[in-house]
């Protein structure tokens, strides 16, 4: 799944949502810019590491059906040989009769 731009969008909406408050609070530039700054920047980390654990959660489904799948392979590889050997013990079996 794509993600590269939820930190940027974290960030775009808080601040966003800063200036908004700031405006409406009456803050003078100085502070609202300040504010703004450690809010975007605050947001942008929180966003990476959002997505940094999103992908790592990925990663770690994708290598748990690999290896579900990988096992099934392996089961029904040996249900096959298990029905080969069957067959061939069931043809001795019958020669051995005859």
Do not use: H
């Not at 960030?11 to 504010?35: D, H, P, Q, S, V």
């Not at 089961?75 to 096959?80: C, D, G, M, P, T």
């Amino acid at each position: 799944m794509q993600r590269n731009n939820l930190p940027l969008f974290f960030m775009l909406i808080a601040g966003a949502i800063t200036c908004i408050l700031a405006l409406l609070n009456g803050y003078t530039l100085n502070e609202m810019l300040l504010r703004l700054l450690i809010v975007l920047v605050v947001f942008y980390l929180l966003g990476s590491l959002l997505r940094w654990c999103l992908d790592l959660f990925d990663k770690q489904n994708r290598e748990a059906q690999e290896a579900i799948s990988k096992a099934e392979e392996e089961a029904l590889k040996a249900i096959e040989e298990a029905q080969k050997q069957a067959a061939e013990v069931q043809t001795k079996d019958a020669e051995k009769v005859d």
